[in-house]
């Protein structure tokens, strides 16, 4: 008996996501995977990795399972637990098992947030052995040959305690994400949300300028999520002043000086 | 007479007994006690914590001041709001620290006088308060970054933009602060819309006599910018028209020169279009400024533009060398001019044509596009800003001649060798890394671990009185990291039940084997098993302002690790030479935060330069000595690597950089913190993008420093 466990998402991908390539990633990422090759994605958040996942499930054709790390999550959140039900234990498969029995591609978002705990069961699983040790049952499965395992991680913490660690990293084909180069974005604003293209320029604007703050006052500038956000509240009719102070300003900062000159930004290309 | 109520005859009796006390009895010498003291005792209670507090205050420098203060401020609350009533009281005791004791007392009598400049004032705007504003809003802007600073007028050198002290133009604060906003965008549109292009600072100081035609390139450029500005900025076009000009007359003469300069607001007119018009323009009535207009220097421009064009030029020139080298570059070998330039053939373009002005450039090596790292991007974004295109000049290849000054040879024993090795003993051999030999000068260095003259230790007190507020806020953020406990699974007793535990015991149990003991789970905090190791900069150039932010900075820390318990080290760095390089134990891991310790930290001060290189090697052996878990290495800095003789540019960076990478095999997280604002350039290449930080105002050193540690370390 296998049933998802908690904390997970496993979806086919039925209809086409949106995702306007870059580079050559789709490529990098589908000759990886015919390769049998775990692949890392870098970026900054809410620059389109989990986009380009989904995108990949559906391009590939395999189910999809998603689990976004958080700092308590254990190999065993991963691997599976026993159960009691009706005075019998029973073994429940975790995502990352269900995953490697069923060739789906695994997902482990933000993978530096998990328990170092994880890097036991991921490690035997990419390199060629391609096995997952499954201690309390005491067996190793072998990944089907579609199984493919991709985590992510965002190089930009400054935390020393949250780094990858080079035998984790070393394992990987590793795509980078950036924010994309302003036609792209255009296009990417447009289709994800109808807006006007002349106001999807104003909005790129704008994101640049606030990405030209970064290192000076901001950790991070708006990402792409973060204008696309802004640009379904201006769809609702929310004045665009409005859209960037609450979709934008507010989500990077709380600095009282930087929110004004992030709002007066904004109002001086709306 | 109305009975009162005893409750507040006993309040009244508490007031003057809790005053008469702070005072030391000051107070009780003054008349009219009883009427005093009913009045405070009828104020809000805000008001009267708000005496309390600053009466304690005040009492510690002078008890008779604080009696005054007292006497007066009921007086003060009938004027003034609490802002303002903190105001004066702020005023009267930097009078006394200033000028003593009878000018503060009489700017305390003052209250009604300074109660009615205190209300105009709350029409002014102060650059103080707006100057963090307005450098985040000019950064956002785009292009270099420019610094924001106040001067008696208002202009730009192209490095930096300089406004006014206060304004009160406008007769409500907003205006005025809008105003700021104006004069700083109009400013920055000079150096973005190429106003001072090379080419154009060139024609006017070379071929105009620049006096006269200086104001009348002003106006001229004033009519073009603010037709940029609302093709690109739609919103602060609204704000230009406003805050022009105030009276009809000045709109009229204006309104007369923008008709006859029509060419100057199409979207394709340059810098060198106004210049084309100043004789047909030089003999018109010449409008007054705009509000929002600043001076023009040419010649101050003139200066910065040449120094910054020759700074570029050498270092777009070294690294455009260093893509050439990496390791990954397709050629190999093919040293000719023609390979070279058709190598690193530089594509830009005008991005969008006339509605986006902003430049697109693409750096292609063999025709594949090369990834351009961040601080060569702005390094090309700044010359295109002084040149429009990337000069023939600057793409040929390096004369290495050029670099001779920046690359000297370190002699062993050549002028700057001849520094006597005093004292072998106890002294420490370290190697350096010669980028220009690629290898190791072994035991080059020699290092001396030397004691610091123990300093004032009222400068602690001072420092923790001065940054109460700051303190309490750090302790409280370090709390909450102390306190982030974490559930702890299969312990043997605690809060709660394992529920996994139980589990598995049962299989375990209805399996025939032993049940496992440990079936709870407890919360307990986080074991921080960190050991850091901070460096600090002792070198002649932190003298002043740095070398008291550091001091400042380090006693907050000290009074913070002490709360979390981290394992700390304390080192000062500094040196003359690679035969006299020292670190200043200043305290060790195992030392406690004592009155000596307290006394070394008040006792740093400036010393010679910055070998940094060796200092990290030494220091990051002692902390590879100590056990932790996780060990990171904290430089506090003002600047790049220098040192005497040939330790400095490249060279310093790059041995400092090897050192670094050194640290980082043994397991060590090195951090950097500076307060050089050209840190940009050359801190990524050192400690990679995610491990530097950099302050651009001194004073907020302490408070980011105890930030950043508190990042890095959760």
């Not at chain 2, 029509?262 to 409008?287: G, I, M, V």
């Not at chain 2, 602690?460 to 953020?477: D, F, P, Q």
């Not at chain 2, 134990?585 to 010679?608: C, E, N, W």
């Not at chain 2, 995610?690 to 540690?709: F, G, S």
């Amino acid at each position: 008996m296998s049933t998802s466990a908690i904390h997970t998402k496993q979806s086919v991908v039925t209809d086409e996501p949106y995702y306007e390539a870059i580079a050559d990633e789709i490529d990098v990422f589908a000759a990886a995977y015919r390769n049998q090759l775990p692949v890392l994605l870098k970026g900054p958040t809410g620059c389109g990795k989990t986009r380009f996942i989904e995108y990949m499930a559906w391009h590939l054709k395999r189910p999809l399972v998603t689990v976004a790390c958080h700092d308590d999550l254990t190999a065993s959140d991963l691997v599976g637990r026993y159960l009691i039900k009706a005075g019998e234990t029973v073994w429940i498969d975790g995502p990352l098992t269900s995953a490697v029995r069923n060739g789906s591609i695994c997902y482990l978002d933000e993978i530096v947030e998990a328990r170092k705990d994880t890097s036991v069961v991921i490690h035997p699983l990419c390199d060629d052995r391609r096995l997952l040790p499954i201690e309390k049952l005491g067996e190793s499965l072998t990944a089907r040959r579609e199984f493919c395992l991709a985590i992510s991680y965002n190089p930009g913490y400054q935390s020393v305690l949250k780094d990858l660690k080079q035998s984790t990293r070393q394992r990987f084909v590793a795509l980078e994400f950036n924010y994309p180069i302003s036609e792209v974005e255009q296009t990417i604003l447009e289709k994800e949300t109808g807006i006007k293209a002349s106001v999807a320029r104003q909005l790129i604007k704008f994101g640049s300028m606030t990405r030209n703050l970064k290192g000076n006052g901001l950790d991070e500038g708006a990402s792409t999520r973060l204008l696309v956000n802004a640009a379904k509240l201006m769809n609702e009719d929310i004045t665009p002043v409005v859209a960037t102070d609450t979709a934008i300003a507010q989500a990077l900062t709380d600095d009282e000086d930087m929110l004004q000159a992030i709002h007066e930004l904004s109002r001086s290309v709306f | 007479m109305r009975k009162e109520p005893s409750q507040n005859f006993l309040n009244r009796i508490r007031i003057r007994k809790d005053l008469e006390k702070l005072t030391s009895g000051a107070l009780s010498r003054h008349k009219g006690l009883e009427d005093l003291i009913s009045t405070i005792a009828a104020l809000e209670s805000e008001k009267q914590s708000f005496i309390y507090e600053w009466t304690e205050l005040i009492a510690r420098s002078n008890n008779e001041l604080a009696a005054h203060f007292i006497c007066k401020s009921p007086n003060a609350f009938s004027h003034m709001e609490l802002e303002g009533v903190m105001s004066w009281v702020e005023h009267a005791v930097t009078t006394f620290d200033n000028r003593g004791l009878g000018f503060a007392i009489e700017a305390l009598e003052d209250v009604g006088a300074f109660a009615s400049k205190f209300a105009s004032r709350s029409v002014q705007c102060e650059f103080e308060a707006t100057s963090n504003f307005l450098r985040y809003f000019v950064r956002g802007l785009g292009g270099r970054d420019l610094r924001v600073a106040n001067d008696r007028s208002t202009y730009t050198d192209t490095e930096s933009l300089f406004v006014p002290d206060t304004l009160e133009i406008f007769p409500v604060a907003e205006q005025n602060f809008t105003l700021y906003k104006l004069i700083a965008v109009h400013l920055w549109a000079q150096t973005w819309y190429g106003t001072w292009r090379y080419s154009v600072v060139e024609k006017l100081m070379r071929h105009m006599a620049s006096e006269d035609v200086i104001p009348v390139f002003n106006r001229l450029e004033c009519l073009r910018l603010d037709a940029c500005l609302a093709r690109d900025f739609p919103g602060l076009a609204r704000e230009f028209d406003m805050f022009g000009h105030t009276d009809s007359e000045t709109a009229e003469l204006w309104e007369t020169w923008r008709s006859r300069a029509e060419p100057l607001l199409q979207s394709e007119a340059t810098a060198e279009d106004s210049l084309r018009l100043l004789s047909e323009f030089k003999d018109l009535p010449l409008p007054s400024l705009k509000h929002y207009q600043g001076e023009m220097y040419a010649d101050k421009v003139r200066e910065s533009l040449s120094a910054r064009i020759e700074r570029e030029k050498l270092e777009f020139q070294q690294a455009m060398q260093d893509i050439r080298n990496a390791p990954n570059a397709e050629n190999d070998g093919e040293n000719g001019e023609d390979a070279q330039k058709q190598l690193l053939e530089l594509m830009m373009g005008e991005e969008g044509g006339e509605e986006d002005s902003e430049l697109n450039f693409q750096l292609t090596m063999g025709g594949n596009a090369t990834n351009i790292p961040d601080h060569l991007q702005d390094l090309i974004g700044s010359i295109l800003q002084d040149f429009g295109e990337i000069p023939e000049e600057h793409l040929r290849p390096i004369d290495l001649g050029q670099y001779r000054d920046e690359l000297q040879p370190q002699n062993a024993t050549g002028e700057d060798g001849n520094e006597s090795e005093s004292n072998p003993i106890g002294a420490f051999k370290y190697h350096e890394w010669d980028c220009m030999r690629q290898r190791f000068r072994d035991d080059f260095c020699t290092l001396r671990e030397l004691p610091v003259t123990p300093g004032d230790e009222s400068f602690v007190e001072e420092t923790l009185n001065k940054h109460r507020g700051l303190l309490k806020s750090i302790k409280k953020t370090f709390e909450a990291v102390l306190g982030e406990s974490r559930l702890q699974r299969r312990q043997s007793d605690g809060d709660d039940i394992d529920l996994e535990a139980i589990i598995e015991a049962y299989t375990d149990f209805s399996n025939g084997r032993e049940m496992s003991e440990y079936l709870y789970t407890r919360y307990r905090n986080q074991d921080r098993n960190i050991a850091v190791m901070f460096m600090v900069d002792m070198s002649g150039s932190t003298l002043g302002w740095v070398n008291d932010a550091e001091r400042e900075s380090l006693v907050l820390l000290c009074e913070a690790l002490e709360m979390l318990g981290d394992r700390y080290a304390i080192f000062g760095f500094s040196g003359r030479t690679n035969k006299r390089c020292e670190v200043y134990r200043i305290k060790d891991f195992d030392q406690a935060y004592t009155l000596d310790v307290r006394k070394r930290i008040s006792g740093i001060r400036p010393k010679a330069y910055t070998r940094m290189g060796v200092a990290i090697r030494h220091l990051g052996h002692l902390l590879h000595m100590t056990r932790a878990r996780t060990k990171l290495l904290v430089t506090l800095s003002d600047g790049r690597p220098e040192d005497y003789g040939g330790y400095k540019g490249k060279y310093g960076i790059e041995d400092t950089r090897h050192a670094l990478l050194e640290m980082k095999q043994s397991g060590i997280h090195a951090f950097c913190i500076t307060i050089d604002n050209e840190a940009q350039e050359y801190l990524p290449h050192m400690y990679g993008t995610a491990n530097y930080a950099v302050i651009d105002e001194v004073h907020k050193l302490p408070q980011k420093v105890a930030d950043i540690y508190r990042r890095l370390t959760t």
